[in-house]
DNA sequence: TGCAACGGCGCC
DNA sequence: AAAGGGCGCCGTTGCA
């Protein structure tokens, strides 16, 4: 029998909450919001400065669902129990209701996607007159679901209380001009030249990529939309001549600042009409991932955060009028953050680093890499070759068509046709028919076919991903940077500092970070040139000696020893097995893998990680003391400053997610740094062509080349501070005619060079 | 045909 | 009981 949860709370209240049905313990206790998700309401409440007392809470279903499944009720029932909350809202007349979840959402407004919709201050459909703010449910947000959005709950709780001052929406300025005649085009083109910022956005195609309009903001609240490009039919010629050459002059105006949201792509778009835009002064969505990389950086979340403005992505029928929108919010956002920026103290860091560092970077993805495409095309011929002839080889041998790049098949091949004890992945659990799999296999059960499927699994990567990847047509490879993940693939959001590289956004170019040694020697430096490749050695072992204060360690580093032979000694290892023990006992793994990777018996590699810690105790201590700094606060600062807080259970999964992280971002982040030094240092010598994580890539003429590696030597290698102590990380210069044949630096290989 | 999820694998 | 982390791209598969 289905128990009726009646409403609580202050009936005078200026918030009302108000949920989606009664739980288990709501049910029990005939009060809503007393259960586990009560209690994150409670907490969020605290967090918010509003006092449970101070609200009225409601669900939008007064019973609770069969099965706590509210797809349960047919529309009757609901529409019934809506018509109760109207009648229940009318009589209490908040000032600002709380839409906790889909449900609440959709009762309340019609609207659907909360997630999309939270924050957005709404009209309610269901109570007219009546505000309403779309908050995430507190259940979505138990330990188990997605404790990660905790702070956005009270975030948009502080919103409510703001709003629950009165009934009034918020003024959101919107004046904007969607199809202009080209004298307003001119007029607003020659009001922009006088003041000191623009906010740009262009639309494009999906496809194609295809420029569809422009949009300007250089005032608060005003936007104007002007269409453009290839498909665009507004202008005479003459008139779109004209404003491309005014637009111009905007864009590449020394006084205006120009401010977009991932601005990057924007540029790159409107390269072909006006070359380089300049000076680009604010990205918005490089700000927020330097104040909060861990949360979204996209201009529908910044604009739930920062503006009063409501989600507004989904409606994009009318483009032009989206596309001022665009730059209106974006302006909104863009005052809020530099304000942020300012209060926290971060100009320097973002004015003076992470904007100079996108600059460099979008210049370095223009220009490219020459590359051999001779060689490339022959060793693509080649590689076909072989592949075939292996395919021939291993259908022959097992007797039928197998796909070795399909997991379903190679699964099925050797867990029921050969009935070969299954394989599961170490951390997902679950069969697999990877390279692991396949080696542990062909130990216990020797088949001479594994080999040839590893082979052909290489050559076809080989094939796929680097020699088949696809050029510019000028011969150069390029590659964009992502310095945030704005383009995330598979939701994951980078977190390291480190940059991503990938194909660009017409779809030539390629991840230039992941390219195997033998495949680099299609990189080619330009004519005259020489490559100059730039190494931060052992850097990420140098930095976690220094993070972790052991002397042992820290003494070798500052004597120049061969780290890993001495390493090796005393632990009584060879060097290879030293280093990886070393490498990766810091970094949390345990005695099986580490058994794996060096080929010891679990037994002896447990005695060696034992020995390792014994033999460097501060490395243990460094990694307790992450441990208890993430029980405290989960959150980790690295010595460049850097921040990450790491959500989701507390355990030895995120323990080594944290000891990896500070070594590997500040590695990224003492990188990038130089990188910039040595952009405005070497400025006209050289040219950067790549960057690796811990190297980077330059070319440049050979007569200039000492004072090139000067300066790299000079700026990279110079001290800077980890717990108070001062490490420098030694560099390591290789120069050479193609990427995979480089030597590494010393007077007679540069005299070699010169006289070739 | 396009898309997303997944398995697999390249480098730092 | 056992467990490095961080990225992006390709091919397959299953679904719309």
């Given at each position: ?80 129990w809506k ?10 007349q ?87 005649s ?10 922009a ?11 494009t ?72 835009i ?29 503006t009063?403005?409501p989600?507004?992505k ?36 973002f ?48 007797g039928f ?144 000696a ?24 005393w ?51 460094w ?13 980790l ?20 997610r ?99």
């Open positions: 029998m289905a128990r009726i949860v009646p409403p609580v709370g202050n009936h005078k209240a200026n918030i009302a909450l108000v949920g989606e049905a009664p739980g288990k313990e709501e049910e029990l206790r005939l009060k809503p919001f007393v259960g586990p998700a009560g209690n994150i309401l409670d907490r969020a409440l605290r967090a918010a400065g509003i006092s449970r007392d101070a609200c009225y809470i409601t669900n939008v279903v007064k019973v609770r669902p069969p099965n706590n499944d509210f797809k349960s009720f047919n529309m009757q029932d609901l529409e019934y018509n109760a909350l109207r009648d229940e809202l009318n009589r209490i908040p000032n600002v209701i709380v839409a906790l979840g889909e449900r609440a959402l959709n009762a309340l407004t019609g609207m659907s996607g909360v997630l999309k919709y939270r924050g957005s201050i709404l009209y309610s459909t269901l109570c007219e007159g009546l505000k309403v703010v779309c908050a995430e449910h507190p259940a979505f947000l138990l330990p188990n679901r997605n404790p990660s959005d905790f702070h956005l709950l009270v975030f948009d709780l502080q919103r409510a209380k703001e709003e629950s001052l009165s009934k009034d929406f918020p003024t959101l300025p919107r004046e904007m001009l969607t199809n202009p080209y004298e307003e085009v001119l007029h607003h083109l020659d009001l030249l006088e003041r000191p910022d623009c906010i740009l956005d262009v639309e195609d999906r496809k194609q990529k295809a420029l569809l309009c422009i949009g300007l903001s250089y005032k608060d609240g005003h936007a104007i939309c002007i269409p453009l490009g290839p498909s665009c039919k507004v202008w005479t010629e003459q008139e779109e001549l004209e404003i491309w050459r005014r637009l111009q002059k905007v864009l590449t105006c020394e006084r205006i600042g120009k401010i977009g949201q991932n601005i990057g792509f924007d540029m790159t778009i409107l390269y072909r009409y006006v070359g380089e300049y000076p680009v002064s604010f990205d918005t969505m490089l700000a927020h991932s330097l104040l909060h990389i861990e949360d979204p950086h996209s201009l529908a979340h910044l604009t739930s955060i920062y009063k403005y989600y507004y989904s409606d994009k029928e009318n483009l032009w009028e989206y596309n001022c929108i665009d730059c209106i919010v974006t302006r909104a956002v863009y005052k809020e953050m530099s304000k942020e920026i300012d209060e926290h103290d971060m100009g320097r860091v004015y003076g680093y992470t904007m100079p560092l996108f600059k460099i970077l979008w210049r370095m993805e223009r220009f490219g890499c020459r590359i051999d495409t001779n060689k490339k095309e022959l060793s693509a011929v080649e590689v076909k070759k072989e592949i075939e002839e292996l395919k021939k080889a291993i259908n022959k041998e097992v068509e197998l796909n070795v790049n399909s997991p379903k098949q190679m699964q099925h091949f050797l867990y029921e046709y050969l009935m070969l004890p299954v394989k599961r992945n170490r951390k997902t659990r679950r069969v697999t028919a990877d390279e692991n799999a396949i080696n542990e296999l062909a130990v216990s059960h020797p088949n001479p076919v594994f080999d040839k499927v590893l082979e052909l699994r290489g050559k076809i990567k080989d094939l796929s991903t680097y020699i088949d990847a696809k050029v510019d047509k000028d011969g150069r490879m390029r590659t964009a940077y992502s310095m945030t993940g704005a383009d995330k693939e598979d939701n994951r959001l980078p977190v390291t500092g480190r940059l991503a590289s990938r194909k660009g956004i017409y779809g030539s170019g390629m991840d230039l970070q992941n390219i195997p040694t033998r495949h680099r020697s299609m990189f080619l430096p330009d004519d005259g040139m020489i490559l100059v490749e730039a190494d931060l050695s052992q850097a990420e072992n140098r930095v976690v220094y993070l972790a204060g052991d002397e042992k360690q820290i003494d070798i580093f500052e004597r120049g020893g061969d780290f890993h032979s001495i390493m090796a000694t632990l009584g290892k060879d060097r290879k097995v030293a280093k990886s023990i070393v490498h990766g006992t810091n970094y949390g793994m345990k005695k099986r893998l580490l058994s794996q990777i060096t080929g010891l018996s679990q037994g002896e590699a447990e005695d060696v990680r034992l020995k390792y810690f014994k033999t460097c105790p501060k490395i243990a201590h990694q307790l003391g992450i441990q208890s700094k993430l029980k405290a606060d989960r959150t600062v690295t010595p460049l400053g850097r921040r990450r807080v790491f959500f989701g259970m507390l355990g030895d999964e995120m323990f080594r944290a000891y990896a992280y500070i070594p590997q971002s500040t590695v990224a982040d003492w990188l990038n740094i130089n990188l910039v030094a040595l952009y405005y240092r070497l400025k006209g010598k050289c040219d950067v062509l790549l960057q690796v994580h811990d190297s980077v890539l330059l070319q440049c003429n050979p007569d200039v080349l000492d004072d090139v590696i000067n300066a790299i030597c000079e700026l990279m290698q110079r001290p800077f501070k980890i717990h108070g102590r001062m490490c420098s990380i030694p560099v390591e210069v290789k120069i050479g005619k193609n990427w995979c044949d480089m030597e590494t630096f010393n007077e007679t290989t540069v005299e070699r060079d010169l006289v070739r």
